[in-house]
């Protein structure tokens, strides 16, 4: 069941999302997200609260598996997100850059203890997030139980990035507003469960 308000005949009523949809080879399209995500790893992660209500909160991405696709988050395992995704462990990871660059994620998340894991990702900026309480276990290092890893396992990804400069993706859309044509700026690409489980399977 879908949405619709509108009846445009045989024009299409979505002219953007026509125009910049592309559809490359598997490697190409997981290789520009992943670059995507290198070059801004600060993120909002949304999870569904216990009341199903979402929250959504800034992340910065720890670490990256499978060939880039599963993403790693430090954690306080007493916090809110944690609570969220003991209970529901539906999760979005959103990027968006200030030139209208995007990538949405939407996977399952998975809450990791075990200390070699943490230890391998470990940063000691994570001291100042955590706090040291001053009892010689919970001080904020790579020992204390508080620190966590989520693992989020990607099921599908979208993204729109920029195919053109910032100026030529300027020009783009000025001369969309002026003749109501849908400006040719970004790379729109969707990353369906059936290609990320292929590209996982490489890993």
């Excluded at 002219?15 to 080879?25: G, S």
């Excluded at 499978?66 to 995704?85: I, M, Q, W, Y």
């Excluded at 529901?88 to 939407?106: L, P, R, V």
């Excluded at 000025?174 to 399977?201: C, D, F, H, M």
């Amino acid at each position: 069941m879908s949405f619709s308000n509108a009846d445009t005949g045989s024009k299409p009523a979505d002219p953007y999302t026509q125009k910049n949809i592309q559809e490359p080879d598997l490697k190409t399209k997981v290789e520009d997200l992943v670059g995507f995500i290198d070059k801004h790893k600060y993120c909002m992660m949304t999870t569904v609260m216990e009341n199903g209500m979402l929250a959504s909160r800034a992340m910065a991405v720890a670490g990256k598996e499978a060939h880039g696709v599963d993403l790693l988050f430090h954690t306080n395992t007493e916090s809110g997100k944690t609570d969220d995704l003991a209970h529901d462990k539906d999760i979005n990871i959103a990027f968006q850059t200030q030139s209208g660059e995007w990538a949405s994620i939407s996977g399952r998340a998975y809450i990791e203890t075990d200390r070699a894991i943490v230890k391998k990702y470990y940063s000691p900026s994570l001291k100042a997030w955590i706090g040291d309480l001053g009892d010689g276990t919970h001080d904020g290092g790579p020992d204390d139980p508080r620190i966590g890893i989520i693992r989020v396992k990607t099921a599908t990804a979208q993204y729109a990035i920029s195919n053109k400069t910032q100026v030529g993706g300027l020009v783009e859309f000025a001369k969309g507003v002026v003749t109501g044509e849908s400006p040719e700026v970004n790379k729109l690409r969707y990353l369906s469960e059936q290609e990320i489980q292929q590209w996982r399977s490489t890993a």
